[in-house]
């Protein structure tokens, strides 16, 4: 069983680890030689929980040990993605959303999703939007059972990686 809950700061740095092993083992993405900012966002990705109206939610097994996590956005303006996706009104998003290769199909990814999509409806947004890209098609394909759509509009590239948007009314 595990505890879906936003996290609490002695959680940031395992956290934070546990996103780069997940990054850095995808096949296909970029490693931390070719992008050490983004790397560096993940090891600190408790700095998130400063920015107006963002959460970060964790996976917590009755053990206590951090399995997965997330970082929601109530104001798109801190998201980070840029362009379009920033200024979508009536729009919460989500990043940077990690489970233990160890664990993976025990419904950890959908927990966090949910998290996000609940506090996203209690804020009052009218859509959930996220970024993904084809390294990983586990969590892209998730989204779509879940009922995201391709929301091609907010497309972006970041130093030679594709990054495809998609979207879910609420």
Known sequence: MYEFREANST??????????????????????????DYY??????????????????????????????VVYFGDMRFYGAGGEATINQNAAAFRLLAVNPEIRGKGLGK??????????????HRSMVIHSTKTMMVAWKMYER??????????????????????LKL
Do not use: W
């Not at 927990?111 to 009052?124: N, P, R, T």
């Open 11 to 36: 959680e940031f740095e395992s956290l934070g680890a546990l996103m780069v092993k997940v990054y850095s083992q995808l096949e296909g993405f970029p490693s931390e030689e070719e992008q050490p």
């Open 111 to 124: 927990g966090l999703i949910d998290s996000c999509l609940e506090q996203a409806k209690k804020d009052g």
């Open 40 to 69: 560096q966002r993940l090891r600190e990705v408790g700095v998130f929980t400063s920015y107006p109206k963002a959460k970060l939610f964790v996976a917590v097994s009755e053990k206590g040990v951090v399995d997965g996590g």
């Open 146 to 167: 879940m009922g995201f759509r391709r929301f091609t509009e907010i497309d972006f590239v970041q130093e030679d990686l594709e990054v495809y948007g998609f979207r």
